[in-house]
């Protein structure tokens, strides 16, 4: 298979990538991450495969703001105050999903990882989609995350559908909080439990 190679500003191409069940390389805020439209289980399983993630582990959703979130996840008072001020950011939130998610999509679990991106092209692509996309970084499980275009193309060229050729914006994966019931660092990451605390 021949990796397609896109630039950043190709938003059409990749978006309608995303649509077809692409299973897409593309750089985030943070590290650069593997993805596919939300709805698309088969590439979700897929990217499991290629970088031999635990097929238990559920993939991260990126959504493009708060009332995307709250399409699939009920968002307390709580969650909406941390995530209103910590996002777009590298701050992930856990949260109980709403049913109509299938539970393929979690693991069975009544629980939800979602982000907003604080990146101009995932969130124009997530609004073309008008739908979440799964996201989690681009690299062999328990492997460091990589950052550069170049590094991610020489580990995934033909595995991967679709590629953008941008580097990553950062090193370091987004702190992940589980605000389903109360408060827990689950990840730490650039945001800090101090920091939610504050605005709590």
């Known amino acids: 298979m021949e990796t397609l190679l896109l630039r950043k500003y190709e938003v059409d191409e990749i978006a309608e990538a ?25 590439a979700m399983e897929r990217i499991k495969d290629i970088k031999h993630r635990d097929r238990n582990k559920p993939l991260p959703m990126m959504c493009n703001g708060l009332a995307m ?6 968002v307390n008072e709580t969650a909406k105050r941390v995530i ?23 693991n069975g679990k009544t629980t939800i990882a979602i982000r907003v991106p604080d990146n101009t092209l995932l969130l124009d692509v997530i609004t073309k989609l008008a739908k979440p996309i799964l996201m989690t970084s681009a690299n062999m499980a328990s492997e460091p995350n990589m950052d550069a275009y170049r590094d991610v193309y020489a580990k995934f060229s033909g595995q991967v559908d679709v590629l953008v050729m941008e580097n990553a ?22 945001i800090s439990l101090d920091e939610i605390r504050e605005v709590l």
Do not use: N
């Open 84 to 106: 209103e001020r910590f996002t777009p950011g590298a701050l992930t939130v856990v949260l109980q999903k709403k049913e109509h998610i299938s539970d393929a999509l979690t």
């Open 69 to 74: 979130i709250e399409e699939v996840a009920y």
């Open 169 to 190: 914006a950062g090193k370091t994966a987004s702190t992940i909080v589980d605000l389903s019931d109360g408060i827990k660092i689950l990840r730490e990451g650039p």
């Open 18 to 42: 995303f649509k077809e069940g692409k299973v897409i390389a593309i750089p985030t805020d943070t590290v650069f991450g593997l993805g596919c439209a939300y709805d698309e289980l088969p």
